[in-house]
């Protein structure tokens, strides 16, 4: 089992950052591809951004791409998305989630745990 809780969400203007964290509990982070998406209000949710759990290569969705960083401290059991030049649309409840083994990074049926979300709002 992996416990996941998200932070670092917040009211941000457009064109400001922010850094959004994922701690998890539970033994062997490090085997975990780790993902980040999110849902605006009457929408699916969406991929933005996965850390491959061997290599650490990364996966980003075409619409943030060069402006959030993902990353991951497998000492400390955490996930990071860094979100640069936000814009309005980045507006959402942000998830993070954790699935083992290969699948399919951007499909979010294929991740096995997911924390509670947190906000995300961008003002104009």
């Known amino acids: 089992q992996v416990h996941l809780v998200e932070s670092g969400g917040g009211l941000v203007q457009a064109g400001g950052s922010l850094r959004l964290s994922c701690k998890a509990s539970g033994r062997s982070f490090g085997t975990y591809t780790m993902g980040w998406f999110r849902q605006a209000p009457g929408k699916e949710r969406k991929f933005v951004a996965a850390?491959?759990?061997?290599?650490?290569?990364?996966v980003y969705a075409a619409s943030v791409k060069g402006r959030f960083t993902i990353s991951r401290d497998n000492a400390e059991n955490s996930v990071y998305l860094r979100m640069d030049s936000l814009k309005v649309e980045d507006t959402a409840v942000y998830y993070c989630?954790?699935?083992?083994?290969?699948?399919?990074?951007?499909?979010?049926?294929?991740?096995?745990?997911w924390g509670q979300g947190t906000q995300v709002t961008v003002s104009s």
């Open positions: 989630g954790a699935v083992r083994g290969p699948s399919s990074v951007v499909r979010m049926e294929e991740y096995n745990y």
């Open positions: 850390i491959i759990w061997d290599r650490g290569n990364t």
